[in-house]
């Protein structure tokens, strides 16, 4: 319990301090988001429709404290104000577009490196010194090696260019209504191949190469060898003994993997025209769209703070060193 509450405390510290940064940053900048939006658009603009846009768009040139407060409770209330570049339609909701992209996409994606990578692993592990040991984790860091965006460019020339087997961006096509329905699920499916593979690549050989490691150095423990040497098969040798202790390392892989699908990869995002929170948020700061940057960042570090709370947790409740500080009994 002890555990538990020290790690709750230090979410809530950070979740304070992560949220009180999204306050103050954006109002650190120069200039006034209100008159950069209307010189964009209108140019110059009388002081009293100046002073009611700033009323829609939620500025207000009060003391900083009342900003702070005001600025807490419509974070509670899901008044996170509206978009500049999408005026007048408000942040949250654009959010809620953004998000499920991002999530199927990296989050089925993620799940595959880490389950795929970490069998590969414990099984070339396992026959360290074979064919499969010496050619699988070179092959996968030469993929890891190239640069994402240099590896997406490549795939639209020859998959989609060249060869039209693929679309060449956007998350679905234009024939299709959006909606839980076939058509758009399988046209969805569809575009998220090209992205879905760089991704893969650029992310198994890290699973792979950490699980090898890891299984090594656990294989060579002194339980291990004793279980072996009392004739335990070889299945639960491997499953049972060796890799449940060899996953505990990947667990702060895992949290970091996680943490990093919300914010989405911007270059892939970005090279795919995908309709994700990295796309969307490349598009904000490139428009100085300061109340969707500020809902994006904001979104983006509470859900990696809380994947890392429960992966702590998680964590203390594999090892029971952890719960302890690292004492040993």
Do not use: C
């Not at 006034?32 to 768009?57: C, D, F, R, T």
């Amino acid at each position: 319990m002890r555990y538990v509450l020290n790690r709750f405390g230090f979410l809530v510290l950070s979740l304070w301090a992560a949220i009180t940064l999204n306050f103050i940053l954006p109002r650190l900048m120069p200039g006034n988001p209100a008159q950069a939006m209307i010189a964009k658009q209108a140019g110059n603009i009388n002081p009293a429709a100046l002073k009611a846009i700033e009323q829609q768009l939620g500025l207000s040139n009060g003391p900083l404290w009342q900003q702070y407060f005001q600025y807490l409770g419509n974070l509670l209330t899901g008044h996170w104000g509206a978009s500049f570049q999408y005026f007048p339609t408000p942040v949250v909701n654009i959010i809620e577009t953004s998000l499920p992209w991002t999530i199927v996409l990296l989050g089925v994606v993620t799940i595959l490196s880490v389950v795929i990578g970490t069998l590969v692993g414990i099984l070339i592990a396992w026959r360290r010194g074979g064919t499969a040991d010496n050619v699988i984790p070179v092959a996968t860091m030469f993929g890891q090696a190239i640069p994402t965006f240099w590896l997406g460019l490549i795939l639209i020339y020859f998959f989609g260019f060249v060869h039209h087997w693929f679309p060449l961006a956007h998350g679905y096509g234009d024939d299709v209504t959006p909606g839980l329905n076939g058509p758009f699920l399988a046209s969805a499916v569809y575009h998220s191949i090209l992205p879905a593979v760089v991704v893969f690549v650029g992310s198994i050989s890290g699973w792979i190469v950490g699980m090898r490691n890891n299984m090594i150095t656990t294989l060579g423990e002194d339980y291990v060898v004793f279980a072996e040497a009392k004739g335990v098969s070889k299945r639960r040798l491997i499953f049972s003994y060796a890799a449940r202790n060899a996953l505990l390392p990947q667990l702060t892989s895992v949290a970091i993997a996680l943490s990093s699908i919300i914010g989405g990869q911007i270059l892939i995002e970005q090279v795919f025209s995908y309709p994700g929170i990295g796309y969307g948020l490349t598009n904000a700061v490139a428009s100085e769209d300061y109340p969707l940057i500020q809902g994006m960042f904001l979104i983006i570090a509470v859900t990696a703070l809380v994947i890392n709370f429960i992966v702590d947790m998680l964590y203390g409740r594999l090892d029971p060193r952890v719960r302890r500080g690292g004492r040993r009994e």
